[in-house]
């Protein structure tokens, strides 16, 4: 297996995993009843993990572009240094950027956002040339 099926596989897992504390978070608050079920007035979440949702939903958002990505360009046969290293920065940054997200750090979450697009826009290039 390539580098960018690995890390698309790494950030696959990372993104699946996100969801776990702050679903231990809502049942702890909330308890296991109301996570489960659909409670009219639930109890807010700790804002970390409120902060992780939002970034967990925008992993997700950003799973299907760098996937369709690595998978047209390993379709395409295309292979190269950039591309990997781009799949490998991308990992990385999504790692921050969930960290930097949960913490409350603007302007490294924004910081690690760009660079993880700016990884897709160079697996796009690579594609595209």
Same mark, same amino acid.
């Given at each position: 297996?390539?580098?960018?099926?690995?890390?698309?596989?790494?950030?696959?897992?990372?993104?699946?995993?996100?969801?776990?504390?702050?679903?231990?978070?809502?049942?702890?608050?909330?308890?296991?009843?109301? @996570?489960?079920?659909?409670?009219?007035?639930?109890?807010?979440?700790?804002?970390?993990?409120?902060?992780?949702?939002?970034?967990?939903?925008?992993? =997700?958002?950003?799973?299907?572009?760098?996937?369709?990505? =690595?998978?047209? +360009?390993?379709?395409?046969?295309?292979?190269? @240094?950039?591309?990997?290293?781009?799949?490998?920065?991308?990992?990385?940054?999504?790692?921050?950027?969930? @960290?930097?997200?949960?913490? +409350?750090?603007?302007?490294?979450?924004?910081?690690?956002?760009?660079?993880?697009?700016?990884?897709?826009?160079?697996?796009?290039?690579?594609?595209?040339?």
């Amino acid at each position: 297996m390539n580098a960018e099926l690995t890390y698309l596989a790494m950030v696959a897992v990372l993104t699946g995993l996100l969801w776990v504390p702050y679903i231990l978070n809502e049942i702890m608050v909330r308890g296991v009843v109301d @996570a489960v079920g659909y409670p009219e007035n639930p109890k807010p979440l700790a804002k970390w993990a409120q902060r992780l949702k939002a970034a967990h939903y925008n992993a =997700v958002e950003n799973l299907a572009v760098f996937a369709a990505l =690595v998978l047209v +360009a390993h379709a395409a046969g295309i292979h190269n @240094a950039a591309i990997a290293g781009a799949a490998q920065v991308y990992f990385w940054a999504r790692v921050v950027h969930a @960290a930097a997200y949960t913490y +409350a750090v603007p302007w490294v979450r924004t910081i690690a956002f760009v660079v993880g697009f700016g990884c897709q826009m160079c697996i796009a290039w690579h594609i595209l040339a």
